[in-house]
């Protein structure tokens, strides 16, 4: 039987009510809190409430938190964003100081960076001479040049300019590199691409553990599509230009005529207007219905009652709504790149490879037709992504970081 460890674990955004980056530290510090003796550094201004609303219902012995408020320049952030990092950093450094004044006292068998999950801020919990792990490990990924047609030209500048800007950091930034090729630490990247990444910018082996979990499915029953039913598409997320909902929109476009469909969108964002001009050009905005942002019982709820999930995001981690989606038993159709290509294979979803934007069009319309057309298809892929869900399961991930720990600690 493994021991029981204590583990500092530096958890920047983290929250029992929320999904993203802070639901994700949640159910990592909350899982390993069952096996180990948890102590967590997060910020205060934004989870505090949360975490403690929380411990006041479900008091926990074994999880421990430590609040650090990190100063913020709104103005300043819509002015120039990663001006972000600016306060980040300095926050981290306060982390830094109370880890080392707390380890005097507790000294902890591990010390673990888990989130933000963007490699570009480590951290510094990697200076203390203990075993250490970073990660999920993040953003390594540039968007490839050949979907650029996709993007307005404010969006070929912005994002042309992340793709240059991100390769230059990957390869020079300090501190990324001396936190991961410090003695004594593991590393755990959130895609094989990133795993890749981290090989060949810093000659270091890693882990995959995805940064999001699949949530409970025991209940949910595939239902076949009833006749005379059009497919119901469900689309969600940000309305903003690298999520490219007009992609799928122009695919549906090209799609024939005999084809039923019915596509929910959810979100809102700087794109929505332009979007639904889009839909309403095309033609096909009366099979669009646009739900903005809701609940997110609201939102599994119309996700629940759709046929298939469509992604067409330009670049992505692993995103929480694919893994979302399978766990409702929602085949997926994708571009087969970013954490997409790792979640969905051939029994759960169809991959669209990343190619010309007319190409791509295409597959994603063939993709819809053959869902429509053979509902047998559609039904195989619904039972085959509620099993690919359980590969994704919170349980795995804590057993997967706990076989990490006690590897560092033998």
């Given at each position: ?195 890749n990444s981290i090989k ?105 009652q759709a046929h298939v ?59 819809i037709q053959k869902l ?39």
């Amino acid at each position: 039987m493994a021991k029981k460890l204590k583990i500092l674990i530096s958890c920047y955004a983290c929250s029992p009510l929320r999904g993203s980056e802070p639901g994700m530290g949640w159910s990592f510090v909350f899982g390993l809190s069952k096996h180990n003796e948890v102590h967590v550094i997060v910020e205060k201004e934004k989870w505090e409430k949360d975490i403690n609303s929380f411990l006041e219902k479900y008091p926990s012995k074994d999880l421990k938190f430590y609040f650090i408020t990190k100063k913020r320049a709104r103005l300043l952030r819509k002015i120039w964003p990663p001006s972000y990092y600016w306060f980040y950093k300095k926050w981290q450094q306060k982390a830094f100081l109370l880890a080392k004044k707390l380890d005097r006292t507790e000294n902890f068998d591990v010390i673990h960076q888990l989130n933000m999950v963007g490699y570009r801020e480590p951290g510094f919990l990697w200076k203390m001479k203990k075993p250490f792990v970073w990660g999920p490990i993040g953003g390594t990924e540039n968007i490839p040049w050949k979907l650029f047609l996709l993007f307005s030209f404010y969006g070929k500048l912005f994002y042309g300019f992340r793709n240059v800007t991100n390769r230059y950091q990957i390869k020079n930034l300090s501190r990324p590199k001396l936190a991961a090729n410090r003695e004594q630490a593991i590393l755990i990247a959130a895609t094989p691409d990133i795993q890749n990444s981290i090989k060949k910018y810093w000659n270091q082996n890693s882990f995959i553990v995805p940064e999001i979990g699949s949530i409970e499915n025991k209940n949910i029953k595939i239902d076949s599509r009833k006749e005379n039913e059009p497919l119901k598409i469900v689309w969600t997320g940000q309305h903003i230009q690298r999520k490219a909902l007009h992609l799928l929109l122009k695919s549906l476009d090209l799609v024939d005529k005999s084809v039923e469909w019915e596509l929910h969108i959810l979100g809102l964002g700087t794109e929505t207007k332009r979007w639904q001009k889009m839909a309403k050009n095309l033609n096909i905005d009366s099979n669009c219905i646009w739900h903005g942002w809701v609940d997110k019982s609201i939102a599994l709820s119309i996700m629940k009652q759709a046929h298939v999930l469509a992604i067409t995001s330009l670049y992505d981690l692993t995103s929480t709504v694919i893994i979302e989606g399978i766990s409702l038993g929602l085949p997926v159709v994708t571009l087969d790149h970013c954490g997409f290509s790792f979640v969905i294979d051939e029994t759960c979803g169809i991959k669209i490879p990343v190619d010309n934007p007319k190409k791509i069009f295409i597959n994603f319309k063939l993709a819809i037709q053959k869902l429509y057309q053979s509902e047998s298809y559609r039904v195989s892929l619904a039972e085959g992504a509620l099993k690919r869900a359980q590969d994704f399961s919170w349980e795995k991930k804590i057993k997967q970081l706990n076989e990490v720990y006690q590897k560092l600690t033998v």
